[in-house]
């Protein structure tokens, strides 16, 4: 049996430069050459249960039901650091019994059937999910039901109605071919999906321009056992509850979302990029802020992401005269901002920065949709990446971020791991933005620090007033640490049939 590929995406490698090389080399004492797994999995040959999938092909045809050990176990984890890991380590997930992709004809059907035999849904998007949003109950007969098949396409002035398995990067090709953008535009974009942004209530990388998915959104139809839930497609309404409100930040929870109204935007006529260094993280801080007007992308930098991003660039004039200028003028800590809009009078540069131009912007842009593929380079060679994020106020920014980063460097003090963290601001809104932790590990204990690091770092997200995210949803990992009066107010509207959304 082939082995199912468990990293992400679908290309391989990632072009890295010899300084970030030897880089990665000094802190994790490996040899970049040597490649310990190849990202892909066997799955145990567990036999699929026959008399489920006749059952399940009367209701959504033979060609719709999947019983193979491949393809159960793909549809049976995400993409977060714990279940990576646990793959890797030969440590498989609850398997499911069945997948299913049903047409918009078969959910309630479907869905009525899993409900009388007792059996949990786990509803499968792009498979995308950092949260542990597609990890079955032991004990529990689960059938994952994959929304690929809900591929609605209707364009308007203005608007269009979409089935929620419509991927990021090919819907987005089909409406900039008709002169649109839907405007959301996540680092997953090639394999997540609408209905895994709205159920997870997503922000793309140009929320600051165009919002979050929530803003995006004019109508949304949830599909039940018991009927569905739909809105009146409207620029906007008051009557009540909305299956939109119902449907977003959902998870899934409360039934499949199979279909949307979204707004769109007309394609910008021309793009703007600047790029800029500042004397320090808290300086670039202080100036975003204080901004009059907030860029599409306004992306700052730590210290230590930015040095790293200076590595991985190629060798160039350029790159000598921003260190050439660094060094002129003295600054301690210098953090890269770029900016990139739609209007150049949206831009500005920060005072007492290093102008450096336009390329670090327009790679940045070019190159956005691969970086993951540089954490599938990582856990090739035995290193253990992860990212957390969440948002905060102005006020307590910067305490969260030195907080955060002190308390991996205790951690890796007292736990012995390899390791390194790193930081950028990436949503900017008039109250606060959201911030990023990016860090890596490796050690002989490594499921242990992984935990003990997330907990630590969510724990004191939450000790500074901030939520666990930001935008990924907290799915199964973050559960306990979402506060016990939301999750009474999920359990009001919960249907036991359905689980979370990945």
């Known amino acids: 049996m082939p082995g199912v590929r468990v990293l992400y995406g679908s290309k391989d490698g990632y072009e890295l430069q010899i300084p970030a090389i030897n880089e990665i080399e000094s802190i994790f004492g490996i040899k970049w050459a040597e490649k310990i797994w190849d990202g892909l999995a066997n799955p145990p040959e567990v036999p699929g249960n026959i008399e489920l999938g ?9 060609d719709n039901v999947f019983l193979d050990a491949s393809t159960r176990l793909k549809h049976s984890l995400g993409m977060s650091s714990p279940e990576i890991l646990g793959i890797r380590n030969g440590k498989f997930p609850v398997i499911v019994d069945a997948v299913v992709a049903p047409g918009y004809e078969d959910i309630i059907p479907l869905l009525a059937f899993l409900e009388s035999r007792k059996m949990h849904g786990i509803i499968y998007g792009g498979g995308t999910s950092v949260n542990g949003s597609l990890q079955s109950q032991k004990g529990a007969a689960t059938v994952s039901i994959s929304t690929e098949r809900l591929r609605k396409f209707q364009i308007s002035d203005s608007y269009a109605v979409i089935g929620t398995g419509w991927k990021g990067m090919e819907l987005e090709k089909k409406l900039n071919s008709s002169g649109y953008t839907m405007g959301h535009f996540p680092e997953s974009m090639e394999g997540s999906t609408l209905g895994g942004w709205i159920a997870t209530k997503a922000a793309g990388q140009e929320s600051n321009y165009y919002g979050s998915i929530e803003d995006r959104l004019l109508a949304v139809r949830i599909i039940r056992s018991d009927g569905d839930l739909a809105d009146t497609i409207s620029p906007r309404e008051s009557a009540g509850l909305m299956a939109k ?22 394609l910008p006529l021309k793009r703007y990029y600047r790029s ?3 004397e320090n993280f808290e300086t670039g801080i202080a100036f975003l802020k204080n901004m009059k007007a907030i860029p599409a992308i306004s992306r700052l930098s730590d210290g230590m992401e930015t040095e790293f991003s200076m590595k991985n660039s190629r060798d160039s004039i350029g790159l000598k005269y921003v260190r050439k200028m660094v060094k002129i003028r003295k600054f301690s800590n210098p953090s890269l901002l770029i900016t990139i809009d739609n209007k150049q009078d949206r831009i500005t540069k920060p005072p007492g920065s290093i102008s450096i131009g336009s390329s670090p912007a327009k790679i940045w842009e070019r190159d956005r949709y691969d970086r993951p593929y540089l954490g599938n380079e990582l856990w ?9 994020e969440t948002s905060a106020r102005w006020e307590n920014l910067v305490e969260l971020y030195h907080s955060t980063i002190s308390l991996f460097k205790t951690l890796q003090g007292e736990r012995k791991f390899h390791g390194f963290i790193m930081s950028h601001i990436s949503h900017v809104y008039p109250q606060g933005a959201c911030i990023y932790f990016t860090f890596a590990i490796k050690s ?10 997330r907990d630590a770092m969510l724990s004191n997200f939450i000790r500074m007033g901030s939520p666990v995210t930001h935008h990924h949803g907290p799915g199964n990992l973050m559960r306990k640490f979402v506060d016990s009066r939301k999750l009474q107010m999920q359990s009001l509207l919960g249907d036991p049939v359905f689980s979370e959304v990945g």
């Not at 006749?54 to 033979?62: D, P, Q």
């Not at 930040?249 to 007309?266: P, R």
């Not at 002989?444 to 690091?453: F, M, Q, R, V, Y």
Request: glycine content about 10%; hydrophobic content about 45%; charged content about 30%.
């Open 276 to 278: 800029f260094i500042v």
């Open 380 to 388: 090739m060679r035995g290193i253990v990446p992860d990212t957390l």
């Open 444 to 453: 002989n204990k490594e499921p242990d620090d992984l935990i003990a690091i």
């Open 54 to 62: 006749k059952e399940l092909s009367e209701i959504v045809g033979n």
């Open 245 to 266: 409100d119902i449907a977003t930040g959902s998870e899934g929870k409360f039934g499949i979302i199979t279909e949307a109204a979204v707004k769109l935007d007309s």
